[in-house]
């Protein structure tokens, strides 16, 4: 049994335009590393952070609440130490706070030899994405930890949905160097929503998973339309209507915000198109005086990986 692991935690995107706060799917290039080391001394420290400007105080760092709370229930006769080397800007949009949530659990599951299976993790995880995020969901956990596309089928009790990856579908990103907090893009949505608006999403998530079992990149194009956050949330995203236009118009199946934003996200059928929607991406931000970065990614179909 290894006494310590160095991981890639990978970013995510939630939501992927209709499915709030259920569908999600697992970046493949962009990611936190961490490193976690089993000691004699009992209790879980977060001894190094490189990166971003996070806190140590293992209840007050979201690695260090999911890490507390599943070592807490298994009660090992050890402790941890762990080490993150943060590559995810927290508050991009991309799952910063969920890859070191899922990361830290990830780690310590593996030196113990696996004690625990990938929804058992999930559900710890969650205890330090409740702490960033105000509210208990998995919809960026759940990809991060199964890989691929997931859809959450329910919190309480936790039930995550293993969805196929169409082979030749890839994600292109970009991120404004701005900060959108969860929690305060989550206090812009309504109570509540009009029925109309209701049947329209719900039958959009419907046809989208179908689209994912079936391949039908078509399908996938017309179901990726979101009427419950985005109205309210790309208020928040300078020159969103923009990029989104433009995109679609270069060739993107869909675009829309990633997780809570600022990042935004499309689907293309092939990597020579999401190429193309990058190239438009930085066209449409180079007029702004708003730094940027883009990526191109195919759909990491494992999740965490053990470096």
């Known amino acids: 049994m290894s006494t310590a692991i160095k991981i890639f935690s990978p970013a995510t995107v939630a939501n992927v335009g209709c499915g709030f706060d259920v569908l999600g799917f697992c970046l493949d290039t962009i990611g936190d590393e961490m490193l ?10 977060i001894t190094k952070i490189e990166g971003f400007d996070l806190p140590y105080d293992v209840k007050e760092n979201v690695a260090g609440i999911s890490a507390l709370a599943m070592y807490e229930d298994l009660k090992p006769n050890c402790g941890f130490e762990i080490e993150i080397y943060k590559k995810i800007k927290p508050g991009s949009g991309i799952g910063s706070s969920s890859a070191s949530a899922a990361g830290s659990v990830f780690g310590i599951n593996a030196i113990l030899g696996f004690p625990l299976n990938k929804t058992e993790l999930t559900f710890y995880a969650m205890k330090g994405e409740a702490f960033a995020s105000k509210s208990e969901h ?42 959108i907090k969860t929690s305060e893009a989550r206090a812009l949505l309504p109570d509540k929503l009009k029925l109309s608006s209701a049947i329209r999403q719900w039958a959009n998530i419907g046809s989208l998973v179908h689209g994912l079992h079936t391949s039908d990149y078509e399908l996938i194009k ?9 109205p309210y949330r790309k208020e928040l995203i ?54 940027f970065e883009t990526y191109v990614s195919k759909i990491n179909q494992e999740g965490i990986k053990i470096l």
């Open 222 to 230: 017309e179901s990726m339309t979101d009427v419950v956050a985005e």
């Open 138 to 179: 998995a919809d960026n956990l759940a990809p991060a930890i199964f890989g691929g596309f997931t859809l959450v089928k329910s919190t309480h009790p936790l039930r995550i949905l293993e969805l196929p990856t169409p082979k030749n579908l890839y994600a292109t990103l970009i991120h404004p160097q701005i900060e």
């Open 36 to 45: 976690i080391r089993k000691t004699t001394a009992k209790g879980i420290k």
């Open 238 to 291: 300078p020159y969103f209507d923009k990029l989104k236009a433009a995109v679609l118009k270069a060739g993107a199946l869909g675009c829309a915000i990633s997780g809570s934003g600022p990042s935004i996200f499309a689907l293309s059928k092939g990597k020579k198109t999401a190429k193309i929607v990058e190239q438009v991406m930085n066209h449409v931000y180079s007029e702004s005086d708003i730094p």
